[in-house]
């Protein structure tokens, strides 16, 4: 379970841990997943040891295990602008001053 007093190091080796699992899941090898992803075996021995992810070769491992619903969770909800909200009321402000938070 991620804890936010989890070292980054941790989060990672936790993150590799994950993804051998649903390789494990999915019955393939460390070969047949970096060949179908597009990288490197190595690439995903280093991914399952939480060293050297890059980004991008973590999306391409997840769209070949069927993981990719996974990234739904950094999906995060718009704020509303006031501008958008002052048109919606029919108020149109005349100025808007900069917040100095």
């Not at 804890?3 to 190091?9: G, P, Q, R, S």
């Not at 993150?15 to 090898?29: E, F, H, P, T, W």
Request: charged share 25%; aromatic share 4%; hydrophobic share 40%.
């Amino acid at each position: 379970m991620i804890d936010y007093f989890m070292t980054n190091e941790a989060l990672l080796q936790y993150v590799g841990k994950q993804m051998q699992q649903m390789r494990i899941n999915a019955r393939l090898s460390q070969q047949q997943l970096a060949e179908r992803a597009g990288v490197s075996r190595s690439t995903v021995t280093q991914v399952e040891n939480g060293k050297g992810m890059k980004m991008e070769s973590i999306v391409a491992m997840l769209r070949v295990l069927n993981k990719l619903e996974i990234l739904n969770n950094f999906e995060t909800q718009a704020l509303v602008s006031p501008l958008l909200i002052a048109k919606q009321e029919g108020k149109t402000p005349k100025r808007i001053r900069p917040r100095h938070d």
